[in-house]
Nanobody, 124 residues
Framework: VQLQASGGGLVQTGDSLRLSCTGSGGTFSRHGMGWFRHGPRTDRIFVAAITWSGGTTYYANSVKGRYIISRDNAKNTLYLQMNSLKPEDTAVYYC??????????????????WGQGTLVTVSS
């Protein structure tokens, strides 16, 4: 499956932004999906994940209560609603699809397919 992330941009502290990730070339609905980010001073780290049905979601502690991950399988699209953004949220955000029946949702190497990344910059 090919993934295309979009929606990044430059915002101010406290603003909101919604990222999208559209899948093509495969059966989007069979994949668990995740968002990771790579900041200026961090490696690629887990942000949020969602099961293939959308029934279960997971969040990193740093974004819990501020971010919402969701998906629309009819549109082959994954979303990340980001609220109350902080400068430390500045990063390139990547969407990813898992291709295993069992996987660790917060481990990047357990995901097989990756989007190209979209840059989110939060100014103070």
């Amino acid at each position: 499956v090919q993934l295309q992330a979009s929606g990044g941009g430059l915002v101010q502290t406290g603003d909101s932004l919604r990222l999208s990730c559209t899948g093509s070339g495969g059966t989007f609905s069979r994949h668990g999906m995740g968002w990771f980010r790579h900041g200026p001073r961090t490696d690629r780290i887990f942000v949020a994940a969602i099961t293939w049905s959308g029934g279960t979601t997971y969040y990193a502690n740093s974004v819990k209560g501020r971010y919402i991950i969701s998906r629309d399988n009819a549109k082959n699209t994954l979303y990340l609603q980001m609220n109350s953004l902080k400068p430390e949220d500045t990063a390139v955000y990547y969407c990813a699809a898992a291709d295993k029946g069992y996987y660790n949702h917060d481990v990047s190497t357990d995901y097989s397919y990756w989007g190209q990344g979209t840059l989110v910059t939060v100014s103070s």
